[in-house]
Nanobody
């Protein structure tokens, strides 16, 4: 049974940093592609960052390029999202997910397993 558990969210002021973690069980993260999504109240879930099989060639939404970094630690079977220079627009529930192979990274429909999410709130 595949399970993803996110942690690391919280409340920070604009300009601050957070590091999100996503621990996978029942699945070896090095064997596939994964991503981070976020969803603000009243908005659709949007792709934030993606990492392909093997970890190379990371991808980011334009809104977070240069501020967020996706990475993975295969020894811990854990996916990370380092978020720096946070802005109020970054507020939302953040989810990690496992992507179907050979699909585009930023479409939620291409992901078949999701965590429960961790809340990030950035105040101005």
């Amino acid at each position: 049974q595949v399970q993803l558990v996110e942690s690391g969210g919280g409340s920070v002021q604009a300009g601050g940093s957070l590091r999100l973690s996503c621990v996978a069980s029942g699945y070896t993260i090095s064997s596939g592609a994964m991503g981070w999504f976020r969803q603000a109240p009243g908005k659709e879930r949007e792709g934030v960052a993606g990492i392909p099989t093997g970890g190379g060639g990371t991808l980011y939404a334009d809104s977070v390029k240069g501020r967020f970094t996706i990475s993975q630690d295969n020894t811990k079977n854990t996916l990370y999202l380092q978020m720096n220079s946070l802005k109020p627009d970054d507020t939302g529930m953040y989810y990690c997910a496992i992507r179907n192979r050979y699909t585009t990274w930023d479409q939620a429909r291409n992901y078949n397993y999701w965590g429960q999410g961790t809340q990030v709130t950035v105040s101005s």
